[in-house]
Structure formats: structure tokens, C-alpha cells
């Protein structure tokens, strides 16, 4: 009842201030593209829980396979689990290179990211790892020393991971340049900080590796050029550097493709996963190649929960799901309705929406700041700051669609479920326009 949940709701003042949410009030249930909550609200989800409940909040088949899974084995940290096993055989075939052939579960993403980077270091016994401007890689310490899109995480907790450097990613954000700036001269600035770096400041012989989302995601939602891609795997391979590809969001059918890194073609030496994979189950994964997990020694790798039985048997369903229901065609469908929709949004009103970006269904709409084109905003205050993008964030929730900003730009962007029908996706573009019309009103 209403009087439960707000004597409920009180407890709400006891919770750690440090964690964030974009509601208030208490969420009940979900189905598929639709949250519910306490008072009654129902709301349409373009955020997927941060792009994990990709395939629909309670999934009838995955939700399934979780239960079934927890009258059965529900953890087992000394032995192999038959999910874990069995999640293996299902990834091996859709791997974006036959090379990925050595898998671990672990829960979270930042583990995962912890873990890559123990790998890179024991595999080539060198130190230093180069990062990506506007990168976010997860907020436990390695994986904060390799994030750069937000001083929020850091502040106040340093020192952190020694051996760290950066380059610019390919975003005319972080280049001083414009929506329009041609994806080669970026990819060439950025190209050319990269031999600088490795000229000045971290010599090959000490770098064990580049860490890179294919698409940039808490940084701005911006996909890495093909050719940069391809140049940075050139440099690895020259020098004997591991290419660490992050998918936490952009894979599992996110972009339009199983992994985002396929758009290149280029090969992974080490690629994380998380989010979309188990759809809100706790999983995460390291996957790499034999010849480089080799080197491990058994017991340095993982944890208690490390690849939960329940998860495991939840992604199984998910990657099943992600085939019978041809996911991926909807993905592209429903990517090029939402793009012409934002497009035309934008067409609509050009001094006020700079860039529509993105692959499949993460996207991202940036509008202009009061400070002219590509003026950042302050990191610190963007969560609570009366910005064009939270404004229009804030509109949408009011109108029944949870939807996200990113980044320290005036970006929000677009997560909605993969499997969403074009009736509700076109209803969330109508939703973000009356929001972004009310605001620029
Ligand atoms: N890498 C990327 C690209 C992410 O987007 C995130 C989460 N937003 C992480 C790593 C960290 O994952 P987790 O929150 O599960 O630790």
C-alpha cells in the first residue's frame, strides 16, 4: 500500500549519499520497455538500467532460466558450473576474432577492467597502460586510473594507479574543433599523440597496453573511427602492446552488431564484457587469447562470485534470445527510425541541437551550450546544473520516459531496449521532442 511504501521511502534518507539515482519514488516492476513504480507511474525505459536490461526488463525466457538455475546450483566457486561452461560454447561462435579463445567470468564490469589490466601487465611484463580522453572504464582504483571522462570519480581519492597515460580519442570535443571536423584529421591528431607519447613519455618496451571503448560511452557516446582503430592495433602490433577493446556497453548487439569493435575488423587482444550480457544479472567477462592468459598463475585471477551460476545461466538465455528473436535487425530498424526522427529534430531547430551520433541504439543527441558550440560544461555541478541536457532529461521523466545524460557535454543519450517495438520507440522520439520544444520554448 501507498502508506507502506512511504514509511519505506523514509529509509531512503539512509542511503550512502555517493549513489546516484535519476528518480524519486520506489520501482516496482518492469516489463519489457516499461518500469512501474509505487505512486503508479509507469514509465517507458530509455536507459535500460545503464544499458543492461537490454533485452526487456524480466525477459519471460531469461528471467526463466535464472529461476530454474537457482533450484539447482546457485553458486559454486571451487569447481566448474554447467552455465559457465555451457556460456562459453555459446560466446566461442559470435567472438568478432576466432583468436578469443580464453574466457573468465567475473561480476562487475570494473572487475573485469581490474583484471584486464593485471593480464596486459603479467602477459607482457610491462607497466604502463595509455588511455583514451573521455574514456570510462568502472570506479574501483584500476579502473578509475584508466577513466577520464568525469573528475567526480577521482576527486578527493587519489593517488591512483601509477604507469597511466593518455591520448585524445577521436572527438572534435577534445581536438578544439567542430561537429563537422572530418574524421581523418582527427584520427591523425590523435594518431600522431600517440607516437608522441610513446616517443616522450612511455616507451614501447614499457607499455603493456592501449584500453579503448569502440564506442566512447560515459565520455559522450562517440564511435571510435575505423581507421583509428586500425592505426591503433597498427602500433600495437609494431610494439608488442596489448589492445584492450571495452564492450561493457557497446556489446551484445547494442551497435547494430554483436560487438562494437566488428565495425573496424580489428582484433581484440583483450576484450571486456558486462552490462547487456546477463540483462541485469551481476556478470562480467575478461575474454583473451590462450597464449596470453597462459601466463597466469591458477588462484591470481577472480573472486568469491567470480561468473555466478544464476548469471551464467541468465546470459545463456540472453545470447539464445539475442539469435531466435533476430535482435540485431531490429537493432538496425529501429536505429535508422530513431536517427531520422533525431535528425529531423534537429533539422527543426539547428541552433539548438549540434550533433546526432552514435551506432544501433546508442545514441546520443548534443545540444549547444550557453558558452557556444562545444563549450564543456562544469563536470562537477552537471548533475544537478539546470543544463540544456539534464533540463530536457528531466522533461522527459516528467512525461513518462526515463532517459540519461552523458558526459561533460550537453549530450543525452539513448538506450532503449533492443527488442523495442517501433509503436514505443516512436513514442519516445515524441516523448524527447515535446521535452527539447518545451525547454527551447
Ligand atoms: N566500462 C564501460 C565502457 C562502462 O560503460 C562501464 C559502466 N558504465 C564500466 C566499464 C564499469 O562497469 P560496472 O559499472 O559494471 O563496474
Do not use: D, E, N
Given at each position: 500500500t501507498s502508506s507502506d511504501s512511504s514509511s519505506l521511502l523514509s529509509y531512503g534518507s539512509n542511503v550512502t549519499k555517493g549513489v546516484g539515482r535519476i528518480t524519486e519514488g520506489i520501482m516496482t516492476s518492469g516489463k519489457g520497455s516499461y518500469v512501474e513504480y509505487d505512486d503508479g507511474r509507469k514509465m517507458l525505459d530509455f536507459t535500460c538500467g545503464i544499458g543492461v536490461t537490454s533485452m526487456g526488463h524480466c525477459h519471460p525466457k531469461i528471467s526463466k532460466a535464472a529461476a530454474d538455475q537457482c533450484m539447482n546450483v546457485v553458486h559454486c566457486s571451487i569447481a566448474f558450473h554447467e552455465p559457465y561452461l555451457r556460456l562459453i560454447q555459446k560466446l566461442l561462435p559470435i567472438m568478432p576474432d576466432p583468436s578469443l579463445d580464453s574466457f573468465f567470468f567475473w561480476n562487475s564490469g570494473s572487475e573485469a577492467i581490474e583484471a584486464?589490466?593485471?593480464?596486459?601487465r603479467i602477459a607482457t611484463g610491462r607497466q604502463n597502460i595509455i588511455c583514451m580522453q573521455g574514456a570510462y572504464h568502472g570506479r574501483t582504483f584500476g579502473a578509475m586510473a584508466v577513466t577520464r571522462s568525469k573528475t567526480i570519480y577521482s576527486k578527493g581519492?587519489?593517488?591512483?594507479?601509477?604507469?597511466?597515460?593518455?591520448?585524445?580519442f577521436p572527438f572534435w570535443h577534445?581536438?578544439?574543433?567542430?561537429p563537422d571536423m572530418p574524421d581523418d584529421a582527427q584520427v591523425a591528431q590523435c594518431l600522431y599523440q600517440l607516437d608522441l607519447l610513446l616517443a616522450q613519455q612511455t616507451a614501447p618496451a614499457d607499455t603493456a597496453a592501449i584500453i579503448i571503448e569502440p564506442v566512447l560511452g560515459e565520455g559522450g557516446y562517440v564511435p571510435a573511427p575505423r581507421a583509428f582503430l586500425e592505426g591503433l592495433r597498427a602500433v600495437c602490433d609494431k610494439h608488442g602492446i596489448l589492445l584492450i577493446v571495452d564492450e561493457v556497453q557497446?556489446?551484445?548487439?547494442?551497435?547494430?552488431?554483436?560487438?562494437a569493435i566488428e565495425y573496424s575488423g580489428v582484433r581484440p587482444d583483450i576484450m571486456v564484457?558486462?552490462?547487456?550480457?546477463?540483462n541485469g544479472f551481476p556478470l562480467s567477462g575478461v575474454i583473451s587469447r590462450k597464449e596470453i592468459t597462459d601466463k597466469l598463475t591458477p588462484g591470481s585471477m577472480g573472486g568469491t562470485y567470480a561468473g555466478n551460476a544464476v548469471s551464467c545461466a541468465a546470459a545463456c538465455a540472453v545470447v539464445d534470445a539475442m539469435h531466435e528473436e533476430n535482435v540485431l535487425t531490429n537493432v538496425n530498424t529501429r536505429s535508422e527510425e530513431l536517427f531520422s526522427a533525431l535528425n529531423a529534430l534537429k533539422s527543426a531547430h539547428p541552433q539548438h541541437i549540434l550533433d546526432v551520433r552514435g551506432r544501433g541504439l546508442m545514441v546520443a543527441v548534443e545540444f549547444a551550450t550557453p558558452g557556444g558550440p562545444g563549450a564543456a560544461r562544469d563536470a562537477v555541478a552537471a548533475p544537478v546544473a539546470a543544463t540544456m541536457a539534464s533540463r530536457v532529461a528531466k522533461k522527459c521523466i516528467a512525461r513518462g520516459m526515463l532517459i540519461l545524460t552523458t558526459s561533460v557535454y550537453e549530450v543525452v543519450r539513448f538506450i532503449p531496449p533492443l527488442n523495442i517495438s517501433a509503436a514505443d520507440l516512436a513514442k519516445g522520439a515524441a516523448i524527447f521532442r515535446e521535452a527539447v520544444e518545451e525547454v527551447i520554448r
Open positions: 584486464a589490466l593485471k593480464m596486459a581519492v587519489a593517488p591512483l594507479m601509477p604507469g597511466v597515460f593518455t591520448i585524445p577534445q581536438l578544439g574543433g567542430k557497446s556489446g551484445f548487439s547494442r551497435t547494430g552488431k554483436f560487438f564484457v558486462a552490462k547487456g550480457l546477463a
